[in-house]
Protein backbone atom coordinates (compact mmCIF):
# COMPACT_ATOMS: atom_id res chain seq x y z
CA UNK A 1 0.00 0.00 0.00
CA UNK A 2 1.40 3.32 -0.62
CA UNK A 3 -0.32 4.24 2.70
CA UNK A 4 3.26 3.24 4.26
CA UNK A 5 5.58 4.95 1.97
CA UNK A 6 3.79 8.64 2.35
CA UNK A 7 5.48 11.28 5.28
CA UNK A 8 1.97 12.06 6.53
CA UNK A 9 3.10 14.70 9.21
CA UNK A 10 4.78 16.93 6.56
CA UNK A 11 1.95 16.58 4.38
CA UNK A 12 -0.80 17.46 6.98
CA UNK A 13 1.63 20.70 7.95
CA UNK A 14 1.75 21.40 4.07
CA UNK A 15 -2.25 21.24 3.70
CA UNK A 16 -2.45 23.32 6.62
CA UNK A 17 0.17 25.85 5.40
CA UNK A 18 -2.18 26.05 2.67
CA UNK A 19 -5.14 26.43 3.48
CA UNK A 20 -4.54 29.37 5.65
CA UNK A 21 -2.65 31.08 2.87
CA UNK A 22 -5.91 30.98 1.00
CA UNK A 23 -8.08 31.62 3.73
CA UNK A 24 -6.21 35.00 4.19
CA UNK A 25 -7.13 35.84 0.52
CA UNK A 26 -10.59 34.97 0.50
CA UNK A 27 -12.48 35.78 -2.62
CA UNK A 28 -16.31 36.37 -4.08
CA UNK A 29 -17.50 33.71 -7.06
CA UNK A 30 -15.84 34.28 -10.32
CA UNK A 31 -13.50 36.78 -9.03
CA UNK A 32 -10.91 34.55 -7.35
CA UNK A 33 -7.83 35.85 -9.24
CA UNK A 34 -5.36 35.68 -6.37
CA UNK A 35 -6.41 32.06 -5.59
CA UNK A 36 -6.51 30.98 -9.24
CA UNK A 37 -2.82 32.16 -9.72
CA UNK A 38 -1.86 30.62 -5.86
CA UNK A 39 -3.34 27.26 -7.22
CA UNK A 40 -1.71 27.59 -10.78
CA UNK A 41 2.20 28.42 -9.32
CA UNK A 42 1.36 25.43 -6.10
CA UNK A 43 -0.02 23.23 -8.80
CA UNK A 44 2.90 23.80 -11.28
CA UNK A 45 5.41 22.93 -8.99
CA UNK A 46 4.41 19.54 -9.05
CA UNK A 47 6.08 17.04 -11.41
CA UNK A 48 4.06 15.42 -14.54
CA UNK A 49 1.00 17.32 -13.82
CA UNK A 50 -0.26 19.44 -16.96
CA UNK A 51 -2.00 22.35 -15.79
CA UNK A 52 -4.86 24.26 -17.35
CA UNK A 53 -6.98 27.35 -17.15
CA UNK A 54 -10.32 26.65 -18.87
CA UNK A 55 -11.98 29.43 -17.37
CA UNK A 56 -11.36 33.04 -16.77
CA UNK A 57 -10.51 32.06 -12.75
CA UNK A 58 -10.22 28.39 -11.23
CA UNK A 59 -7.80 25.81 -12.37
CA UNK A 60 -7.64 22.13 -13.64
CA UNK A 61 -4.66 19.42 -13.49
CA UNK A 62 -4.20 16.74 -15.14
CA UNK A 63 -1.70 13.44 -14.39
CA UNK A 64 -1.64 11.47 -17.38
CA UNK A 65 -0.49 7.64 -16.25
CA UNK A 66 1.67 5.64 -18.47
CA UNK A 67 -0.77 2.67 -18.66
CA UNK A 68 -4.15 2.83 -19.43
CA UNK A 69 -7.00 2.59 -17.20
CA UNK A 70 -9.98 5.03 -15.82
CA UNK A 71 -9.88 9.00 -15.81
CA UNK A 72 -10.94 9.68 -12.62
CA UNK A 73 -11.42 13.49 -11.11
CA UNK A 74 -11.60 15.24 -8.09
CA UNK A 75 -13.64 18.12 -7.20
CA UNK A 76 -12.31 20.91 -5.07
CA UNK A 77 -14.33 24.48 -5.17
CA UNK A 78 -11.72 27.51 -4.66
CA UNK A 79 -14.49 30.78 -3.72
CA UNK A 80 -15.08 32.39 -0.45
CA UNK A 81 -18.72 34.23 1.09
CA UNK A 82 -19.73 37.81 1.61
CA UNK A 83 -19.01 37.66 4.85
CA UNK A 84 -17.08 39.68 7.31
CA UNK A 85 -14.97 36.88 9.56
CA UNK A 86 -15.56 37.35 13.54
CA UNK A 87 -12.42 34.74 13.98
CA UNK A 88 -9.42 36.10 15.28
CA UNK A 89 -6.07 34.42 13.98
CA UNK A 90 -2.70 34.72 12.50
CA UNK A 91 -4.70 33.70 9.15
CA UNK A 92 -7.90 35.17 9.33
CA UNK A 93 -9.20 36.97 6.46
CA UNK A 94 -7.23 39.96 5.40
CA UNK A 95 -9.83 41.42 3.30
CA UNK A 96 -12.66 42.87 5.12
CA UNK A 97 -16.53 41.50 3.82
CA UNK A 98 -15.27 38.33 2.38
CA UNK A 99 -14.51 35.20 4.30
CA UNK A 100 -13.50 31.45 3.51
CA UNK A 101 -17.07 30.39 5.54
CA UNK A 102 -17.72 27.73 3.12
CA UNK A 103 -14.34 25.85 3.79
CA UNK A 104 -13.45 26.07 0.00
CA UNK A 105 -10.10 27.05 1.10
CA UNK A 106 -9.82 23.60 2.94
CA UNK A 107 -11.14 21.72 0.13
CA UNK A 108 -8.01 23.48 -2.50
CA UNK A 109 -5.39 22.84 0.18
CA UNK A 110 -6.60 19.32 0.36
CA UNK A 111 -6.91 18.35 -3.23
CA UNK A 112 -2.95 20.64 -4.12
CA UNK A 113 -1.97 17.15 -0.94
CA UNK A 114 -3.08 15.15 -2.82
CA UNK A 115 -1.71 15.88 -6.03
CA UNK A 116 1.57 16.55 -4.43
CA UNK A 117 1.92 12.95 -3.52
CA UNK A 118 0.18 11.01 -6.61
CA UNK A 119 2.07 13.73 -8.71
CA UNK A 120 5.39 11.26 -7.85
CA UNK A 121 3.47 7.96 -8.81
CA UNK A 122 3.05 8.64 -12.56
CA UNK A 123 4.65 5.18 -13.54
CA UNK A 124 2.28 3.20 -11.37
CA UNK A 125 -0.67 5.06 -12.61
CA UNK A 126 -3.07 2.83 -14.82
CA UNK A 127 -5.61 5.57 -16.25
CA UNK A 128 -5.80 9.45 -15.39
CA UNK A 129 -6.54 11.78 -12.28
CA UNK A 130 -7.87 15.12 -13.19
CA UNK A 131 -7.54 17.88 -10.61
CA UNK A 132 -10.39 20.14 -10.45
CA UNK A 133 -10.31 23.75 -8.50
CA UNK A 134 -13.67 25.07 -9.56
CA UNK A 135 -14.82 28.54 -9.42
CA UNK A 136 -18.09 30.16 -8.37
CA UNK A 137 -19.96 27.30 -6.22
CA UNK A 138 -21.74 29.75 -4.24
CA UNK A 139 -23.24 31.69 -6.74
CA UNK A 140 -25.86 30.35 -9.48
CA UNK A 141 -24.64 29.41 -12.54
CA UNK A 142 -21.91 28.13 -10.74
CA UNK A 143 -18.76 27.15 -12.51
CA UNK A 144 -19.19 23.51 -12.71
CA UNK A 145 -21.63 23.93 -15.29
CA UNK A 146 -19.08 25.92 -17.47
CA UNK A 147 -16.40 23.07 -17.07
CA UNK A 148 -19.19 20.42 -17.97
CA UNK A 149 -19.73 22.72 -21.62
CA UNK A 150 -16.24 22.95 -22.24
CA UNK A 151 -15.34 19.22 -22.81
CA UNK A 152 -11.97 19.39 -20.91
CA UNK A 153 -13.86 16.67 -18.50
CA UNK A 154 -15.81 14.62 -21.12
CA UNK A 155 -13.22 12.01 -20.47
CA UNK A 156 -13.90 11.52 -16.97
CA UNK A 157 -15.36 8.41 -15.63
CA UNK A 158 -16.50 9.31 -12.23
CA UNK A 159 -16.16 12.53 -10.04
CA UNK A 160 -15.38 12.37 -6.28
CA UNK A 161 -16.15 15.20 -4.02
CA UNK A 162 -15.37 16.19 -0.43
CA UNK A 163 -17.16 19.03 1.43
CA UNK A 164 -16.43 19.97 4.99
CA UNK A 165 -19.01 19.51 7.58
CA UNK A 166 -18.97 21.12 11.25
CA UNK A 167 -21.59 19.04 12.89
CA UNK A 168 -19.62 16.13 11.92
CA UNK A 169 -16.81 14.49 14.37
CA UNK A 170 -13.81 15.57 12.83
CA UNK A 171 -11.98 13.39 10.49
CA UNK A 172 -15.06 11.21 9.89
CA UNK A 173 -15.86 10.58 6.34
CA UNK A 174 -19.83 10.40 5.87
CA UNK A 175 -21.89 9.47 2.93
CA UNK A 176 -25.59 9.33 1.63
CA UNK A 177 -26.25 7.08 -1.05
CA UNK A 178 -28.20 8.04 -4.14
CA UNK A 179 -30.05 11.45 -2.75
CA UNK A 180 -27.37 13.47 -1.20
CA UNK A 181 -28.41 17.40 -1.36
CA UNK A 182 -31.07 19.46 -2.28
CA UNK A 183 -32.73 20.80 -5.57
CA UNK A 184 -32.24 24.48 -4.85
CA UNK A 185 -34.58 26.91 -6.67
CA UNK A 186 -34.77 30.60 -5.50
CA UNK A 187 -37.89 33.19 -6.29
CA UNK A 188 -38.65 36.49 -6.60
CA UNK A 189 -42.00 37.43 -6.11
CA UNK A 190 -43.34 41.12 -7.18
CA UNK A 191 -47.12 41.84 -5.33
CA UNK A 192 -48.45 45.15 -6.61
CA UNK A 193 -50.85 47.76 -5.26
CA UNK A 194 -51.18 51.58 -5.33
CA UNK A 195 -49.65 53.57 -3.37
CA UNK A 196 -51.55 56.45 -1.68
CA UNK A 197 -51.64 58.82 1.47
CA UNK A 198 -51.44 56.48 4.66
CA UNK A 199 -54.48 57.82 6.50
CA UNK A 200 -56.57 56.91 4.35
CA UNK A 201 -56.04 53.19 3.26
CA UNK A 202 -59.21 52.32 1.57
CA UNK A 203 -57.97 54.69 -1.87
CA UNK A 204 -54.98 52.51 -1.56
CA UNK A 205 -54.70 48.94 -2.25
CA UNK A 206 -51.70 47.85 0.41
CA UNK A 207 -49.16 45.43 -0.71
CA UNK A 208 -47.73 45.22 2.45
CA UNK A 209 -50.48 43.19 3.73
CA UNK A 210 -51.11 41.30 0.87
CA UNK A 211 -47.20 40.74 1.01
CA UNK A 212 -47.27 39.19 4.82
CA UNK A 213 -50.19 37.14 3.87
CA UNK A 214 -47.97 35.48 0.91
CA UNK A 215 -45.38 34.81 3.20
CA UNK A 216 -47.55 33.19 5.75
CA UNK A 217 -49.58 31.04 3.23
CA UNK A 218 -46.63 30.11 1.52
CA UNK A 219 -45.90 27.94 4.62
CA UNK A 220 -49.06 26.22 4.09
CA UNK A 221 -47.84 24.75 1.16
CA UNK A 222 -45.29 22.15 2.74
CA UNK A 223 -47.43 21.80 5.44
CA UNK A 224 -50.87 20.58 3.83
CA UNK A 225 -49.55 19.87 -0.12
CA UNK A 226 -46.51 17.66 0.62
CA UNK A 227 -46.52 14.02 1.34
CA UNK A 228 -45.06 14.21 4.81
CA UNK A 229 -42.91 11.43 4.11
CA UNK A 230 -40.89 13.73 1.78
CA UNK A 231 -39.99 17.06 2.76
CA UNK A 232 -39.38 20.38 1.75
CA UNK A 233 -38.44 23.96 2.77
CA UNK A 234 -39.88 27.15 1.75
CA UNK A 235 -37.76 30.27 2.98
CA UNK A 236 -39.10 33.78 2.38
CA UNK A 237 -35.70 35.58 3.34
CA UNK A 238 -36.35 38.97 2.51
CA UNK A 239 -39.45 41.05 2.41
CA UNK A 240 -39.24 45.05 1.21
CA UNK A 241 -42.07 47.15 1.15
CA UNK A 242 -42.15 50.92 1.53
CA UNK A 243 -39.45 53.30 2.00
CA UNK A 244 -39.03 54.19 5.90
CA UNK A 245 -41.66 56.65 5.63
CA UNK A 246 -44.95 56.15 7.65
CA UNK A 247 -47.26 58.84 5.33
CA UNK A 248 -47.14 56.41 2.27
CA UNK A 249 -48.53 53.21 1.31
CA UNK A 250 -46.05 51.99 -0.75
CA UNK A 251 -46.90 50.97 -4.75
CA UNK A 252 -45.37 47.49 -4.49
CA UNK A 253 -43.59 44.98 -2.58
CA UNK A 254 -41.05 42.19 -3.44
CA UNK A 255 -40.16 39.26 -1.72
CA UNK A 256 -37.49 36.82 -2.59
CA UNK A 257 -36.02 33.81 -0.88
CA UNK A 258 -35.34 29.73 -1.69
CA UNK A 259 -36.87 26.21 -1.66
CA UNK A 260 -35.04 22.95 -1.55
CA UNK A 261 -36.53 19.76 -1.95
CA UNK A 262 -35.31 16.65 -2.86
CA UNK A 263 -37.47 14.63 -5.53
CA UNK A 264 -38.40 16.43 -9.16
CA UNK A 265 -41.87 15.33 -8.39
CA UNK A 266 -41.94 17.85 -4.72
CA UNK A 267 -39.91 20.29 -6.96
CA UNK A 268 -42.46 20.92 -10.03
CA UNK A 269 -45.77 20.79 -7.04
CA UNK A 270 -43.53 23.28 -4.76
CA UNK A 271 -43.48 25.91 -7.99
CA UNK A 272 -46.83 25.28 -8.94
CA UNK A 273 -48.11 25.69 -5.59
CA UNK A 274 -46.40 29.01 -5.41
CA UNK A 275 -47.47 30.34 -8.31
CA UNK A 276 -51.40 29.80 -7.25
CA UNK A 277 -50.46 30.51 -3.67
CA UNK A 278 -49.09 33.80 -4.42
CA UNK A 279 -51.97 34.66 -7.13
CA UNK A 280 -54.80 34.02 -5.21
CA UNK A 281 -53.49 35.38 -1.79
CA UNK A 282 -52.40 38.51 -3.54
CA UNK A 283 -55.95 38.84 -5.36
CA UNK A 284 -57.73 38.54 -2.38
CA UNK A 285 -56.31 41.71 -0.98
CA UNK A 286 -57.15 43.20 -4.99
CA UNK A 287 -52.92 42.71 -5.96
CA UNK A 288 -51.39 41.15 -8.46
CA UNK A 289 -47.91 38.82 -8.02
CA UNK A 290 -45.43 38.19 -10.50
CA UNK A 291 -43.52 35.09 -9.26
CA UNK A 292 -40.53 34.08 -11.08
CA UNK A 293 -37.65 31.29 -10.55
CA UNK A 294 -33.81 31.87 -11.12
CA UNK A 295 -33.64 29.63 -14.21
CA UNK A 296 -29.89 28.17 -13.44
CA UNK A 297 -30.68 26.56 -10.03
CA UNK A 298 -28.73 23.71 -8.84
CA UNK A 299 -30.18 19.83 -8.72
CA UNK A 300 -29.92 17.39 -6.15
CA UNK A 301 -26.84 15.53 -6.24
CA UNK A 302 -27.19 11.76 -6.52
CA UNK A 303 -24.70 9.83 -5.48
CA UNK A 304 -23.52 6.44 -7.53
CA UNK A 305 -24.42 3.81 -4.65
CA UNK A 306 -21.67 1.52 -6.34
CA UNK A 307 -18.62 4.83 -6.10
CA UNK A 308 -20.15 5.26 -2.09
CA UNK A 309 -19.34 1.65 -1.81
CA UNK A 310 -15.94 2.13 -2.80
CA UNK A 311 -15.42 4.97 -0.77
CA UNK A 312 -16.35 3.56 2.39
CA UNK A 313 -13.39 0.94 1.71
CA UNK A 314 -11.04 3.78 0.46
CA UNK A 315 -11.92 5.39 3.68
CA UNK A 316 -11.79 2.74 6.11
CA UNK A 317 -8.60 1.19 4.46
CA UNK A 318 -6.95 4.31 5.16
CA UNK A 319 -8.34 5.40 8.09
CA UNK A 320 -10.01 2.32 9.75
CA UNK A 321 -13.70 1.81 10.23
CA UNK A 322 -14.50 4.51 13.18
CA UNK A 323 -13.84 7.25 10.72
CA UNK A 324 -16.65 6.56 8.25
CA UNK A 325 -20.23 5.83 8.05
CA UNK A 326 -22.78 6.13 5.84
CA UNK A 327 -26.13 8.03 6.50
CA UNK A 328 -29.45 8.28 5.37
CA UNK A 329 -30.61 11.61 5.63
CA UNK A 330 -29.74 13.90 2.63
CA UNK A 331 -28.60 17.38 3.26
CA UNK A 332 -30.75 20.55 2.65
CA UNK A 333 -27.41 22.40 1.00
CA UNK A 334 -27.74 23.11 -2.89
CA UNK A 335 -24.17 22.23 -4.74
CA UNK A 336 -23.39 22.79 -8.38
CA UNK A 337 -21.55 19.33 -7.81
CA UNK A 338 -24.56 17.94 -9.44
CA UNK A 339 -23.64 19.41 -12.78
CA UNK A 340 -21.09 16.58 -13.07
CA UNK A 341 -23.51 13.92 -12.96
CA UNK A 342 -24.21 14.84 -17.02
CA UNK A 343 -20.95 13.22 -17.61
CA UNK A 344 -20.61 10.51 -15.27
CA UNK A 345 -21.48 9.14 -11.68
CA UNK A 346 -20.28 11.34 -8.93
CA UNK A 347 -19.93 10.37 -5.46
CA UNK A 348 -20.05 13.50 -2.80
CA UNK A 349 -18.83 12.60 1.01
CA UNK A 350 -18.74 15.30 3.95
CA UNK A 351 -15.80 15.57 6.17
CA UNK A 352 -16.13 16.25 9.72
CA UNK A 353 -14.65 19.30 11.25
CA UNK A 354 -15.93 19.46 14.68
CA UNK A 355 -13.22 21.29 17.40
CA UNK A 356 -13.54 19.29 20.10
CA UNK A 357 -15.65 21.27 22.99
CA UNK A 358 -16.39 24.18 21.10
CA UNK A 359 -19.51 25.10 19.57
CA UNK A 360 -18.63 24.36 16.00
CA UNK A 361 -20.62 27.40 14.07
CA UNK A 362 -22.08 25.96 10.90
CA UNK A 363 -21.18 26.66 7.34
CA UNK A 364 -21.63 30.32 6.22
CA UNK A 365 -21.12 31.42 9.82
CA UNK A 366 -18.27 34.56 10.61
CA UNK A 367 -17.35 32.12 13.17
CA UNK A 368 -16.81 28.89 11.19
CA UNK A 369 -13.52 27.11 12.07
CA UNK A 370 -12.85 23.93 11.56
CA UNK A 371 -10.80 21.80 13.03
CA UNK A 372 -7.22 21.60 11.00
CA UNK A 373 -6.55 18.00 11.98
CA UNK A 374 -9.27 16.70 9.72
CA UNK A 375 -7.64 17.62 6.87
CA UNK A 376 -5.24 15.28 6.23
CA UNK A 377 -7.91 12.77 6.59
CA UNK A 378 -9.89 14.31 3.26
CA UNK A 379 -6.06 14.06 1.82
CA UNK A 380 -5.80 10.24 3.00
CA UNK A 381 -9.30 9.37 1.69
CA UNK A 382 -8.98 11.16 -2.14
CA UNK A 383 -5.08 8.91 -2.33
CA UNK A 384 -6.72 6.03 -1.04
CA UNK A 385 -9.49 5.99 -4.13
CA UNK A 386 -6.88 6.98 -6.56
CA UNK A 387 -5.12 4.10 -5.17
CA UNK A 388 -8.04 1.80 -5.54
CA UNK A 389 -9.18 3.09 -8.94
CA UNK A 390 -6.09 4.10 -11.32
CA UNK A 391 -3.06 2.36 -9.19
ZN1 LIG B 1 -21.39 27.32 0.87
ZN1 LIG C 1 -19.40 24.94 0.11
Redesign the pocket.
Known sequence: MLKAHIAWEGLAQNVIEWRRQMHRHPELSHTEYWTTQFLYKTLSSFPNIDVLTPAPTGVIGILKGNLPGKTIAFRADIDA?PVLEKNETTYSSEYAGVMHA?GHDAHSAMLLGVASILSEYQDQLKGNIIFIFQRG??MSPGGAKELVESGVLDQVDMFFGLHLLPALESGVIQIKKGIATANRDTFNIKISGKGGHSSMPHLSIDPTVAAADVVMALQTIVAREIDPRDSAVISVCSLLSGDGTTARLPDEATLCGTTRTFTADVRAHIKEAMERVCTYTSKSHRCTADVKFDEWDYSAIINDPDLCDLAAQAAKDYLGDAFFCFTESPMSVGEDFSEYQAIAPVCFAWLGVAQPSTENPP??NACFAPDEAAFIHGVKYSIALAEMLVM
Do not use: A, D, M, R
Request: aromatic share 0%; net charge negative.
Open positions: LCEELH
